[in-house]
């Protein structure tokens, strides 16, 4: 079992609509949670991070967290066509001194 | 600030030849963190310094890679006898907040 798992996707939501983009972790241990955007070709852009139970905004973001259910969401609404990605989610252990990545989610917004 | 900096940004070498990436961190940040992303792949850890100390490895880091950062400023990543498996996107990222990493660019490595 993956340690960070996130479905491939493509995820598809058309303009203007809700992106839910979800993540399971295994390890009971984590204490830090990460979304970091990444287009084709370019490096992981942090967008989002999380520390405590319950939900965090920012702007068209948010993160969403539940330790209990080892759960991790991010929504992003009024999707753009620029929100066009791949979504990465990341957690950090404080004793591995590491992020630990997803495969990461592509969503695709269709104008 | 100018963020991280990597380069080179795109390497081509044949198998066999020993190759090194340099990446500097934003000027505060005291961690530094090295990756290795291939396609469709997250990026995976390969290790970690804590100033100019390497205090994490990844057992991914075969012996073949050796990295550095010895005034705890810069750091360089060099792989030896390059094999076609060390293909890859290679992310440096750097932190002051021991959680919050933010990357460079990234060397893409193409071994023939």
């Known amino acids: 079992q993956k340690e960070v798992e996130q479905n491939s996707g493509p995820l598809s939501v058309p303009e203007g609509a809700i992106a839910s983009l979800n993540c399971t972790y295994s390890?009971?241990?984590?204490?830090?949670f990460f979304w970091y955007r990444q287009y084709s070709g370019k490096s992981p852009e942090l967008i989002m991070f999380i520390y405590s139970n319950g939900d965090k905004e920012d702007g068209r973001f948010t993160a969403q967290l539940n330790k209990a259910s080892q759960y991790v969401s991010l929504l992003i609404r009024d999707s753009q066509p620029s929100d066009s990605a791949t979504y990465l989610c990341a957690v950090y252990n404080n004793a591995g001194n590491m992020l630990t990545f997803g495969g990461g989610t592509r969503l695709m917004v269709k104008p | 600030d100018t963020g991280v900096s990597q380069n080179p940004r795109h390497k081509i070498t044949k198998r066999g030849q020993n190759v090194t990436f340099r990446c500097d961190p934003i000027s505060e940040h005291n961690r530094l963190y090295w990756y290795r992303q291939t396609l469709g792949q997250g990026p995976e850890f390969l290790t970690y310094f804590q100033n100019e100390a390497q205090l994490e490895k990844s057992r991914l880091l075969s012996d073949r890679f050796s990295a550095e950062r010895p005034k705890g400023s810069f750091s360089t990543l060099e792989i030896q006898r390059t094999e076609q498996g060390d293909s890859a996107m290679y992310l440096c990222a750097s932190s002051y907040d021991k959680n919050i990493q933010y990357f460079g660019a990234g060397t893409r490595l193409s071994v023939l």
């Open positions: 390890d009971r241990g984590s204490q830090s």
